[in-house]
C-alpha cells in the first residue's frame, strides 16, 4: 500500500489501490502541492486536514463530495502529522514552521515510501522524519 503515494506523485493512477483512484485529479495535484511545496489548499482541502468534517462537506464541490472517504484515507496515510489534525497544525505547516522536515521534494517522497516498501514490517525500517 505505501507504493500508492509514488504512484499518487507521479499521476499513475492506474497502478494504485482502488480506494484512492475516485480522487479528482484537482484534488491530487493540490494534495501534492500541500505536502511538498506547502502550497495553501482551498477551503475544502484545508477543512480536510484541519479534521473539520462539517466544513469539509460543506466546502466539497460536485467531484470532491463523493470521494471525501478516499481524501481523508489518504491524508490519513500520506499527510505528515505535522501538516494536518487541527487549524494550529496546518498553520504551522504552511508558515514552515516546523524546522525538523525543512523542504520535503517528491524524491525524498519516494525514496522513503519505497524504503518503507522495501524493508517491509519488522524492526530493521526506521520511519523517516517527515513521515512521523
Known sequence: MPLALIHFVAGDLTQMPNQYTPIPDHTRETLIAYVIDRHPPGSFLR???ENN???AVCQADELNLPAIH??????????PALARGNPA???SWLDNEDKLLG??????IKEGIQRFADAGPG??????????
Open 47 to 49: 477543512a480536510v486536514m
Open 70 to 79: 478516499p481524501i481523508v484515507v489518504w491524508a490519513y496515510n500520506f499527510v
Open 123 to 132: 524492526p530493521n525500517y526506521s520511519t523517516p522524519a517527515w513521515m512521523s
Open 53 to 55: 468534517l462539517t466544513e
Open 89 to 91: 497544525k496546518v498553520r
Open 103 to 108: 523542504q520535503i521534494t517528491r524524491d525524498d
